[in-house]
């Protein structure tokens, strides 16, 4: 009797131990995957990159990185320091030195990139029934119009033109407007633009929505939607054709406006929790563990600031 209860549980455990080699090869294949994914996005974006420099004269390159290493007008830097523009591209040299050459770190880094744009754009997908098809699309065009608007921005820090910066963004979301309207139709873009209008009012929201829910008040997507609109329609900028701003201080928003209208979908706690709690502006507010991760690598290697403040 003893004999075949022993090649009972030597089956079983034979079998158990195939079900973990299949899960532990699944796994290992999804992440062999995911860090193609992002090696293809890494080189893409180095072409990218050269493709920029490329199409700047070469006397427009070469005066800004006089204007940066002469290091005479100084900029504001993070949390009101004041930094040189030779200490700005230094930083910004370091950064990319540090992208190109440590692989693991770059696909790091733009894999955080790439998060960051389903975190602020996650309510669209989900609000418009968008197919998966339709969000990496859409993802994927996000993505490189961030990567667009960084170099722009990187390259002022260098000591760039304004007006080459405002070209390059107007360039890049100019490109972003006409793959929307291709990928999703224009029913769908006319609805992405407004959501790109309200998309402050959109992060406030999220902040609002995940302290409610340590509250136990959970905020639904319906109740979101109409309280980032309710946010926007009470907004001074918004009623003017342009972009809310949630800014700390000022006259742009009427707060009582928006009380009123959420009277109407919040519930009375839900209501008296949003009078009465501050609620930081925007999604940045928190050092996600990826960045902190990043910068702890970037420090080590003997960089001087963060990417937070590139």
């Known amino acids: 009797m003893r004999a075949p209860i022993n090649i009972l549980l030597t089956v079983t455990v034979v079998m158990a131990l195939v079900a973990t080699a299949v899960g532990l090869m699944q796994r290992f294949a999804a992440e062999e995957t995911n860090k193609k994914a992002l090696a293809a996005v890494l080189e893409k974006n180095v072409e990218l990159k050269a493709q920029i420099n490329s199409s700047k004269p070469a006397s427009q390159q070469t005066d800004a990185m006089a204007n940066a290493l002469k290091g005479t007008g100084r900029a504001k830097g993070p949390r009101g320091i004041s930094e040189t523009h030779a200490y700005q591209q230094e930083k910004r040299k370091a950064l990319e030195e540090h992208i190109l050459n440590d692989r693991e770190f770059g696909l790091k880094y733009y894999a955080a990139l790439r998060s960051d744009v389903d975190r602020h754009y996650g309510p669209f997908y989900r609000l418009q029934h968008l197919t998966k098809e339709q969000t990496g699309a859409l993802a994927e065009a996000l993505f490189q119009r961030r990567l667009r608007h960084d170099k722009a921005a990187s390259d002022n820090q260098a000591g760039g033109s304004v007006d080459d910066v405002r070209i390059a963004k107007a360039d890049a979301d100019a490109e972003l407007a006409a793959?929307?309207?291709?990928?999703?139709?224009?029913?769908?873009?006319?609805k992405f633009s407004l959501y790109e209008r309200q998309r402050p009012a959109w992060d406030y929201v999220g902040n609002f929505g995940g302290m409610l829910s340590l509250a136990d008040m959970p905020l639904s997507l319906a109740q979101a939607s109409l309280l980032a609109g309710a946010i926007a329609n009470a907004n001074t900028?918004?009623?003017?054709?342009d972009t809310v701003r949630m800014a700390a201080t000022g006259t742009d928003q009427d707060w009582d406006a928006v009380y009123d209208a959420a009277m109407g979908?919040?519930?009375?706690?839900?209501?008296n929790f949003f009078k009465n709690t501050s609620i930081p502006p925007g999604n940045d507010?928190?050092?996600?563990?990826?960045?902190?991760?990043?910068?702890?690598?970037?420090?080590?290697?003997?960089f001087k600031g963060t990417l937070r403040s590139n």
Do not use: H, I
């Open 285 to 302: 507010n928190v050092t996600p563990p990826q960045e902190m991760e990043m910068n702890n690598a970037l420090k080590k290697s003997g």
């Open 179 to 190: 793959a929307v309207q291709e990928m999703l139709g224009a029913d769908l873009y006319e």
């Open 265 to 271: 979908f919040l519930t009375p706690e839900q209501l």
């Open 237 to 241: 900028l918004f009623q003017n054709g």
